[in-house]
């Protein structure tokens, strides 16, 4: 039997080994050969983290604003720029996207209860827009769904069949979804259709269980059968986790790699 993904592997440093700081968390998660996520770069040495030798995956692309009030765009688009140079820095290749601004508590900024028709429009030319600034600094964006019953109640253009109806716009290799599974089981469910939909216009995934939000085996969602599927559809990019630990960071990130790391038949001995 292998023991090597077929995926490259990622966790979120925001959400491991919490008792650290943080410069030791990004350590903790690629001294066990995983590339690393992070969130607002705008509270990081960024100095620090480079000289930690860590790959890192992912990064927030923006700090403030949103994709359809003119204050809003053009802060996300200011906040966007100068998330391009700290990714040029960390060598970042994505960097990760919003329906709108959200506070410390992943609440939006501005919640909306309803998007109009205009507002959709408005959104897909400022993800042109986004993306264009993506092929200028040869980096992608992607664009993130959210659960709105859990974490998230007001967020515009959340759902995963919102931010594919959006990429799919767009049309452009520098804007990808960040097709997050722990999301879609909360507000859709249909997982492995979702991602054969999906595939296509997909530049990330990120895994956590449900609920609770803690390492695959913990929850209701069938991590094994979400590896598999996506190996049979070909995907060979990331998948990260982006969970707390139930118990033990250690013993989470063993758990994911587990659960993405899928025995085909011919693999096993008899």
Not at 8 to 34: C, I, K, N, W
């Amino acid at each position: 039997m292998s023991d090597t993904s077929p995926f490259t592997l990622a966790a979120s440093a925001e959400m491991l080994y919490l008792d650290l700081p943080f410069t030791e968390r990004v350590r903790r998660v690629a001294d066990q050969g995983f590339q690393v996520e992070i969130w607002d770069w705008s509270t990081k040495d960024i100095d620090a983290l480079t000289a930690t030798g860590a790959t890192f995956s992912s990064m927030t692309g923006y700090l403030t604003g949103d994709l359809t009030s003119p204050d809003g765009i053009d802060a996300l688009l200011t906040s966007a720029r100068a998330s391009l140079t700290v990714a040029d820095r960390l060598n970042c290749p994505r960097l990760n996207l919003h329906g709108t601004g959200l506070n410390p508590q992943g609440l939006p900024v501005h919640p909306i209860s309803r998007t109009t028709p205009a507002m959709w429009l408005t959104a897909a030319d400022t993800l042109r827009r986004i993306a264009a600034l993506g092929e200028e600094a040869n980096r992608v964006f992607t664009f993130e769904n959210l659960n709105l019953a859990v974490d998230h109640p007001g967020t515009p253009f959340a759902r995963a069949a919102d931010t594919l109806a959006l990429v799919r716009a767009v049309d452009s290799p520098h804007l990808r979804m960040n097709l997050d599974l722990y999301h879609a089981q909360i507000g859709e469910g249909n997982l492995i259709e979702l991602l054969g939909q999906a595939l296509p216009y997909i530049g990330e995934i990120q895994v956590a269980d449900v609920p609770g939000r803690c390492e695959p085996g913990t929850g209701e969602i069938h991590y094994p059968a979400i590896a598999t599927a996506l190996q049979d559809l070909g995907y060979t990019g990331v998948v990260a986790l982006e969970s707390w630990a139930r118990h033990h960071p250690d013993t989470a990130l063993a758990a994911f790699r587990a659960a993405f790391t899928p025995v085909r038949p011919e693999q096993v001995r008899p």
